[in-house]
Every structure is written in C-alpha cells, then in structure tokens.
C-alpha cells in the first residue's frame, strides 16, 4: 500500500510529466484531494483556472476509467486530442462512429488501457453502452458543463437528467460536477438534480483583476477594431456573429496591412482548423477572427485580447469569452463593440428564428416525410439534407429550421451534421457479388476497393481529393458515380460537404407534440430572458461592469473595480484630467482620431480627450486635418 507522503510526490510528479507543472493553481488541489478521498464535490471556477485539471489527474491517479460527460461533441474531440498530444490514454464516444469503433473504444476501457472516456449525456440512456459499462470499472463520474443541468442554466439540457438514474447503477463511486458560469439558484439545482451526497464545494470569485472592460457604441465597428490592433502585438481573439463576418473583417484588416490577423468558423475543413489554430496557439502576437464556438477547452495563457465585435447572447457567454485572456494573470483587455440599431437587429433576429408551434411541427413532420419514416420506426442509413427544400416546402426561414434541427440534435433525437467534413463510405454488397454488377459498375468498385480500404466490412471515412488523385477521375464525377451506385444500393455514401441527417430514436409523434415542444418553447423563453439581462449590461452606464457581472452571478457586496469604462469615465466626469501634454508628444509622432488616441493612452475616455483637444485647438496648439483626425499645429 502506497503511503500518504509517497502518493503526494506522485501527484506532483504526475503533474510534471503530462502537464510540465511544477504547482498547482488555485483551489485545484483540494479538488483533485477531494476527488482522491472518494468525496462528491462541486466546482465553480471560472474560465480560464484550469477545471479540466481537476479530473484528468485524479483519472490517472485512481484505478479504471473517469467518465466524463460534456455537453458538447467538439470539446469533448478538442480535449481527447489534447490529452493524447500529452500521451494520456482517452476515447469519446459519440453518434457517429459506427459499432466498429464503438466496440474497440469499449474493449479498450474494459482492458483498463484507456483512463478518460468522455460522453454525451444522451449516452447514459442507450442500451448498449449501459451494458458495457457493467464490466467496466469507473475510478469516479466527471460532469462537465454542470449548468446544463438547470432549467435556469443559459445551456439548458434535459439528458444532464439522466445522470442521476446513472449513478444509481454505480453507487459509492464519487462524481465531480465542474461549471464556470452559475448562479447562486443554478448551483443549488446542480447539487440537488444530481444528488451530491454532502459534497465539498469549491468557489472562486468571479473578480477577474486583470481583466480591464470597455464597452464601447459605435458606428464604424471595422475601423474601431483596426484602431485597436494598429497598436496592439498581442496575442488576441475576435468574436463575430457570422462566418460572413469573420472573412469580411480579416480581409478589411489585410488591406489595411495588418497581416497578423486570420479568420476561424465551422465552414473550415478540419485541416484548416488545426493549421489556423495551431498558429494561433503557439504565436505571441496573432489574433483570430472567430464565430462564438471557438475557444471552448483550449489552453493558452497568453492572451491578451478579447473583442467582441457584436454582443454575446448572454451573460454567462460573454463572461466565458472575455475569461480566456489574461488566464496568465498579467493585464488584458476586453472589449465590447455595439450600437443601437444592432440591439434592435438582433431583438428582431430572435424573434425570426422563433417558431411557434405549428411551425415547429410543420419542419420535423417534413423531415420525417421526405425521408420516409413511419410511426416508431428509425431508419439506420444517413441521409444528406437540403436545408433550401425544407424551406420551399415548410414555407419557413432557414434560422427557424435550423433553431430546430439544432434542438433535434441536442436532444440525441438526431444526428445533425451541419459541418464541412470528410465523407464516408461502405460497401452494402459483398466482395463475391461484384462480378455479376453491369461492368460499369463492377468497374468504379474495384477502383473504389483498390483505393479506400476497409469498405467490404465497416463504413470507412474518406477523402473524394485523394480518390481523384490516384485514379485521375475529377471529383464531380467521383460524386456523381457514387451517388448512382448508392440509388442501387450497392453502398452508402455521405457526401461530407453537404449537411447530413441520421435518425437516433423511433418517430413518436405524442412526445413531439408534448413533452418536446413544452422543452423547445422553455429553451426559447430562457433565450430571450438572458438576452434582455445582457442588454441591460450593454446599455447601462451607471455601474461598474465588473460589478454588473458580479452581482448576475451571486457577488452582491462587491466593490466598484475602478478600471473598467464606466469607473475611467466616472473618474474623468469627477475630477477631470490634463491630459493634454501626452496628447501633443503623440500627434508629435503621427497625426491621429480621437479613437487612435484613446488606444494609445490605453484606452483612456473618449470625451476627455476630446475635452483636452478643444482645449488645445483653443490655444492654436493643434489643428484639424479633417473633420476627424488632428495634428500639431
């Protein structure tokens, strides 16, 4: 039996090895001991103080397998990758790997060979994977996203919901509950729907002290955020509304020669993912323009900017987002771009993309018909999905339709795949049954086996570029020949750039009349209901903003963090400042905007400086070169 005194240096050095770490941060070794100590436990650390820590170590600690439920496919791929790159054994499971792979990552698990297996909650529920787990040995459950678990939560889920009865299968196995952004209501919710049995609770503040807030309306948001970076060499993040948005403003910033700037969103191929975020880790001074998704699980300390060049849709989004700079400690900055009319657009935006309940049914009867399913059957094939044909026949917009596919998809009733992927192929005819296809076709098969392997005995993913390159047939024919021979069923094909449906449940009608339209209008409410208390946070110029968000999150005496764009302007509207000396060293320099100047004396207020210039225009000091930049004069 290993010692007290032994099974501490062990902890260290496991620290060492995989994550070169010579201390811990924070509370996380009382987590990780609490875990070690076979304790229930709670965490609520924000972003960026290292939760993912809080389990993987104790995984490799303890013996057999730490499940880890996260809420979405994306991280739980990110942090599967991350840990393997440290040469830590971990697996998902996820609905699109075929029985094949699922039943190497289960016999891997059985083996003790893997120490993580991460999940979705919808998992908990199917059959077989309750079956595999029963000779699986479990050192301890991790929930990740634990929020989800809250009706109240901005990420509501109702398969978190299925951990309870789960851990009923598994008594005396202890669970850790992990969550960055909770409520005082959400984590009594938490503790209570997952039934933590006297667990130890873990809180930090949510003050970020090195985290300076701007909030900043304006009209010109492309040339606000080249005023930003113009001056900046840091290493920096740009969260955008749209993938539209995201090309446009990195092309923009390009012609304005600012070349350290590139562009990150779904529509990526998974090469150019890795390559663009691989730069961007291991770079001190490039930023990535970015839809919302990106960041989540991805360790990088150095940043030292966050734009958001539109609002997020919550408080607890904007919170996560500006919470992965400064995760160093040293000081960052974040900043939030909005206007007026924006706010309006985006009011009108939700209500666009809210159907009501005739229209909600109207999109999964559709989809159900036009793929021919019945009442309680699940067909086993996936099929590609043509969002513009929903449309057509369904009447409705392309953001109501895919509000509920994504509502489908969360809920594990289908697999919605709506990303640029590799495609996927599988012989449905045996090798012996070739020689009596027309030639033709017995023909493109033998080409197709002599280039893809695998496909007589499993769905095999793949890559139409290659095939092309090593027969010398163009890909549009490639597509074209594949689609025809999958009419004759003579093999599936998914066409990975195209979006894609499969079936995860039988059709029940009464349940999508019931139980799941009453979820979808409930996540819709909740929706609205952050939106309008993010707003307020906009809009509002009377408090702290680091105040606002303390007190959203349950912090109610917190002082003002006298650093933040109101506390500047309240200091500035108190007791003025001479600012006009720094003023006249810069414009020495290089003419300049007021927005230029405010950058350059760290985003000191706008109306001051302007004070000051009208003071120096006054006194002949400094003139205008046009209506919006000056110079000495």
Not at 253 to 264: E, T
Not at 477 to 499: C, F, H, M, P, T
Request: aromatic share 10%; hydrophobic share 35%; proline share 3%.
């Amino acid at each position: 039996m290993i010692s007290s005194q032994d099974f501490q240096k062990l902890k260290y050095q496991t620290l060492d090895h995989f994550w070169g770490y010579t201390s811990f941060r924070d509370a996380q070794e009382e987590i990780i001991d609490s875990i070690l100590n076979e304790k229930d436990t709670l965490v609520l650390l924000p972003t960026g103080a290292g939760k993912s820590l809080c389990y993987q170590l104790p995984a490799l600690l303890k013996e057999g397998v730490c499940l880890v439920i996260s809420p979405l496919l994306a991280l739980m791929k990110d942090q599967v990758s991350q840990l393997k790159l440290r040469g830590i054994e971990a697996e998902y499971l996820s609905s699109e790997l075929d029985e094949y792979d699922s039943e190497v990552i289960y016999n891997r698990c059985k083996d003790g060979l893997t120490k993580l297996l991460y999940v979705s909650p919808e998992r908990l529920n199917n059959i077989q994977f309750i079956r595999n787990m029963e000779e699986i040995r479990l050192s301890f459950i991790a929930v990740d996203e634990a929020h989800c678990i809250s009706e109240w939560g901005q990420d509501f889920r109702p398969s978190y919901q299925n951990i309870k009865e789960f851990r009923k299968n598994t008594p005396g196995i202890p669970c850790l509950a992990l969550t960055a952004t909770a409520t005082p209501k959400v984590m009594e919710e938490i503790k209570t729907k997952l039934e933590l049995n006297l667990p130890n609770v873990f809180q930090k503040s949510f003050k970020r002290d090195n985290i300076k807030i701007f909030t900043d309306e304006v009209s010109d948001k492309f040339q606000r955020v080249f005023d930003i970076l113009k001056y900046s060499s840091s290493s920096g993040i740009i969260y955008v509304r749209t993938r539209k948005e995201a090309e446009q403003l990195t092309d923009f910033l390009h012609r304005n020669q600012l070349k350290n700037v590139d562009f990150f969103h779904a529509g990526l191929t998974t090469k150019e993912k890795n390559t663009k975020q691989n730069l961007w880790k291991n770079s001190d001074n490039h930023v990535l323009v970015a839809t919302n998704a990106f960041g989540m699980g991805i360790d990088k300390d150095n940043v030292r900017l966050v734009i958001h060049f539109s609002p997020s849709s919550s408080l607890e989004n904007y919170y996560q987002e500006i919470g992965r700079s400064g995760r160093d400690g040293k000081d960052s900055h974040a900043f939030l771009l909005w206007n007026k009319q924006e706010i309006l657009n985006f009011d009108q935006v939700l209500k666009n993309q809210t159907p009501g309940k005739s229209e909600f049914l109207n999109i999964i009867t559709y989809l159900y018909s036009v793929f021919l399913v019945a009442e309680y059957e699940m067909p086993e094939k996936v099929f590609q999905l043509n969002i513009t044909g929903i449309q057509n026949f369904t009447k409705q917009s392309a953001a109501k339709i895919k509000n509920v596919l994504n509502f489908l998809h969360n809920q594990e009733i289908i697999y919605f795949n709506d990303h640029k992927s590799l495609s996927s192929v599988e012989l449905l005819i045996k090798a012996d049954e070739i020689d009596q296809l027309p030639q033709k076709d017995a023909y493109f098969i033998e080409l197709l086996l002599r280039t893809v392997s695998g496909i007589t005995t499993h769905k095999v993913i793949f890559s139409e570029q290659n095939v092309s390159n090593k027969i010398g047939i163009g890909i549009p024919l490639i597509k074209e020949r594949l689609r025809e021979l999958q009419q004759k069923n003579y093999l599936e094909y998914v066409d990975g750039a195209l979006s894609s449906v499969k079936f995860l449940k039988p059709r029940d009608e009464r349940a999508v009349n019931g139980i799941y339209w009453k979820l979808f209008e409930h996540i819709q409410k909740n929706k609205i209901q952050k939106w309008e208390e993010m707003k307020f946070y906009i809009e509002n110029n009377d408090y702290c903003k680091m105040k606002l968000i303390l007190a959203y999150f349950g912090e109610k005496n917190s002082k003002n963090c006298g650093q933040c764009s109101v506390c500047e302007k309240n200091k500035q509207s108190i007791f003025g400042q001479n600012i006009s000396s720094r003023i006249i060293d810069l414009l020495a320099k290089n003419p300049a905007t007021i927005e230029e100047l405010s950058v350059q004396l760290s985003y000191h207020p706008k109306e001051n400086i302007l004070e000051n210039l009208i003071f120096l225009l006054d006194s002949g000091k400094v003139r205008m070169l046009n209506f919006r930049t000056y110079a000495l004069a």
